[in-house]
């Protein structure tokens, strides 16, 4: 009867513990203003919440399972102590040693009784493993209990360390099957958020860029949102002309850099660290597409509505638990979970493994510079906004260095891309030092402060001795694709950039129209109060087959409230 009771109680925990997250974030006021019903998920989306049902299903067996068996030990020992008192220790016990371990290896959950300052900065993996070995190594001290019930405990408290060699086995496997060598790699990277004045800290924490890349600070895109410019990117057009003008835009984007490429025999490898706002992978039909979900559930699941220690420390078995945690498993955003490094070498070894014997694009976006600026273990609400993206583009420079593992495979030839998609801006409130202040904060949200719009772009240094201009020129996100199609596919394309290999392909003067992305009052304040955004904008986007996206009648609208400004500069020969 105790141990029917005791299961029930271990679903009662994790069930409470969602319905308390859901009503404590934001979330809960968000969804019911949202376009949806039940028909707008795809299967994708089922599967997914089935598979996270089956997750806490076996994982509450697996801990009343334990329960069950230190009962047995207390018979054995405390066979005084009143059944209900001895359930009511065991079950409170685990909950805080799980949370406790959480608290250690997360401590950005909300499920903790401990963490130090100390320990921040080192990545546990799978501290509860360790644990749960030291317990089943003390079994062997109850001299009461019979050989055969000391295996059954040491088998359970076994489980976690199985897991653990069942996910570095698939990682050693996902490492013998890359080629042995390539004809070509290609690598085309953006970093979110990254401004122009904060090169320098992502170049002196990354050896790859040090080494290897040749930056243009004097860089800009005409918009200041990923997707849209991602799709400037893509296309070498403004956003008036490619159509994309907005992050989860409903109109179908133009693809045209992947289309080209695979129209040569290229192999495309495409990812992202989380596709939430690009999810330009999923619209463009790429057959290799890695990293994060693109579910509309990302925006419930990711958030702190599933920040839980029984899912916080299964996302460790990171191979193992890739497709089932989606949520959690190397999703920038989930913040608690995410550890940049950890996810760079994770992909690294994802993309080898994809890599074919010819030619090969690996396009790929890292997002950890964007907001909340925090990550697993980069805790600390005592830093400012500043300091906190500071950190961030440190971080992802350290990150780059993993993620390039890839390029260990040897190759014919490297070359490619590293840029950001758009810059960043911070108010005065609550903030001060480096990058700091204008009138609001975030990016794309005034055409007047050109820190969103000023981004980086460097080339390797391969191609980078073939371009024509100064490094010092006037250059836009529409020069990369035309620049790239000449050198790796030589043709021409006609698009809003120019191709920077040719001394006659831009103009002297350069002027680029720069517009914003979403220019709601709440986001003109100096203070900019996130729920009061998102209270006024929820409304205006639906959920079609698992994908949330604009209603088109509000990406009308808003387009019709951009705003606009001209910046300008010169391009200027190298001789």
Not at 39 to 47: G, H, I, K, R
Not at 209 to 232: C, F, H, K, M
Not at 347 to 356: E, F, Q, S
Request: aromatic share 14%; net charge neutral.
């Amino acid at each position: 009867m105790f141990k029917i009771f005791f299961l029930l109680f271990l679903f009662v925990y994790p069930l409470s513990s969602i319905i308390l997250n859901s009503f404590g974030g934001r979330f809960i006021n968000r969804f019911p203003e949202i376009d949806v019903n039940l028909s707008s998920f795809s299967l994708e989306d089922y599967l997914s919440v089935i598979s996270y049902f089956m997750i806490i299903v076996s994982y509450s067996l697996w801990l009343a399972c334990i329960a069950s068996f230190f009962m047995n030990i207390k018979e054995k020992y405390l066979s005084k102590i009143n059944n209900a008192l001895a359930f009511t220790l065991i079950y409170l016990s685990i909950i805080y040693l799980l949370e406790t371990i959480n608290g250690i290896e997360f401590p950005g959950s909300n499920y903790k009784h401990f963490y130090s300052d100390k320990i921040i900065g080192y990545s546990f993996v799978n501290l509860g493993t360790v644990f749960m070995m030291f317990v089943g190594g003390g079994i062997f001290l109850f001299n009461r209990l019979s050989c055969r019930e000391k295996v059954y405990g040491v088998m359970l408290c076994a489980i976690p360390l199985g897991l653990l060699l069942f996910n570095y086995s698939i990682n050693f496997v996902s490492r013998v099957i890359a080629p042995n060598k390539v004809n070509e790699i290609a690598y085309l990277i953006g970093i979110d958020a990254v401004r122009a004045d904060a090169y320098e800290d992502l170049r002196e924490n990354s050896k790859f860029i040090n080494d290897n890349q040749e930056v243009y600070l004097n860089a800009y895109t005409p918009v200041g949102r990923t997707y849209a410019s991602w799709n400037v990117l893509t296309t070498g057009e403004t956003p008036l002309n490619n159509g994309i003008r907005f992050n989860l835009s409903a109109k179908a984007p133009k693809c045209t850099l992947f289309k080209e490429f695979e129209k040569n025999g290229w192999n495309i490898i495409y990812g992202s660290d989380e596709k939430r706002f690009n999810h330009i992978g999923d619209n463009c039909k790429l057959k290799n597409n890695i990293g994060a979900s693109a579910q509309a559930l990302d925006f419930i699941g990711a958030s702190p509505f599933f920040d839980y220690p029984m899912l916080n420390l299964l996302s460790g078995y990171d191979y193992l638990f890739k497709k089932l945690l989606p949520f959690h498993v190397h999703n920038r955003a989930n913040y608690i979970t995410y550890d940049p490094k950890r996810a760079a070498e994770f992909y690294a070894n994802k993309i080898g493994a994809m890599l074919t014997s010819g030619d090969n694009l690996v396009v790929f976006h890292l997002t950890l510079p964007h907001l909340p600026w925090e990550h697993k273990w980069s805790y600390d609400k005592k830093k400012t906004n500043h300091e906190k993206y500071e950190q961030m583009v440190m971080d992802v420079g350290s990150a780059v260095d993993k993620f390039m593992g890839f390029t260990a495979v040897p190759s014919n030839r490297l070359s490619g891309v590293i840029w950001s998609d758009h810059g960043e801006s911070f108010s005065g409130v609550h903030s001060h030092g480096k990058y700091c202040c204008n009138d609001v904060s975030g990016h794309g949200t005034s055409e007047k402060i050109v820190e969103q719009y000023n981004n980086f772009i460097s080339f390797s240094k391969n191609i980078d001795r073939e371009i024509a201009y100064r490094h010092d020129s006037f250059i836009t996100t529409m020069d990369v694709f035309p620049t790239l199609a000449k050198w790796y596919i030589g043709i021409d394309i006609s698009s809003d950039g120019c191709n920077l290999l040719d001394s006659s392909s831009c103009e002297k003067r350069r002027g680029l129209t720069i517009e914003t992305g979403y220019t709601l009052d709440a986001m003109l304040k100096a203070k900019v109060n996130i729920d009061e955004i998102v209270h006024k904008s929820v409304g205006g986007y639906q959920i079609q087959n698992g994908r949330l996206s604009l209603k088109p009648e509000f990406e009308k609208s808003l387009t019709l409230e951009k705003r606009y400004s001209v910046v300008s500069g010169d391009t200027i020969l190298r001789n």
